[in-house]
């Protein structure tokens, strides 16, 4: 796999109206999952409120089904760090036996469709364990499969203990900008390789 990353700083309509990032853009071989700012009102589906957040995902989230790309979608459309959330998809499941699944419900029956509307799980395949990272969209949280430690403390820190849940999966982080993203990556690198 090859992979190009550009940085380009401007405001959203300085970036729609380039034509070096257009020619850049189209360039790419497929279809890329990346996020610009859209004036359009997103109404949250737990609360009925509207939000005139506007995150437009444009190309699929890396990883995920089919089935779950327009539900993830509207997840990251409340995330101020979809672009960043995009960019630790698209590491985390370049590595290699890396699938992403969405959820079994308690009530899910063979040939339902799985859940995407809580969290992602990143599972090494052909492991014993469950996925070694849990994935939230609308929130940036990642949730790792790995107990708190000093050296967690020195490698990520953002990250931060849990007290409450699986006690295999006590360490979380936020990814809100570029230094929280390789926080996450080097976390979620340390989770797959104990997987």
């Known amino acids: 796999m090859k992979l190009t990353y ?11 109206a380039s034509e070096v990032v257009r020619a850049l853009v189209l360039q790419q071989s497929g279809p890329v999952g990346t996020v610009r700012r859209s004036p359009r009102v997103v109404v949250d589906p737990e609360s009925d409120d509207e939000f005139d957040f506007g995150w437009l995902v444009e190309g699929d989230v ?25 960019d630790f998809m698209t590491e ?3 590595w290699e036996n890396v699938a992403v699944h969405g959820i079994k419900r308690k009530a899910w ?17 052909g492991s014993q364990y469950g996925g070694f990272v849990y994935a939230f969209a609308s929130t ?20 931060y203990p849990l007290t409450k849940g699986n006690h295999q999966y006590r360490v979380n982080i936020q990814i809100r ?6 926080q996450a990556l080097a976390l979620s690198e340390m989770a797959y390789d104990a997987t």
């Open 177 to 182: 900008d570029e230094s929280t993203l390789k």
């Open 92 to 94: 985390a499941t370049s």
């Open 6 to 16: 550009v940085s380009i700083e401007g405001t959203p309509q300085e970036l729609d």
């Open 140 to 159: 940036g949280v990642i949730n790792f499969r790995l107990r708190y430690s000093d050296e967690i403390a020195e490698l990520a820190p953002d990250a």
């Open 109 to 125: 029956q063979e040939g339902d469709p799985l859940d995407y509307t809580g969290y992602l799980r990143l599972r090494r395949t």
């Open 62 to 86: 890396p990883g995920v089904a089919e089935e779950g790309q327009a539900e993830v979608k509207t997840q990251l459309a409340f995330n101020p760090a979809a672009q960043q959330f995009l």
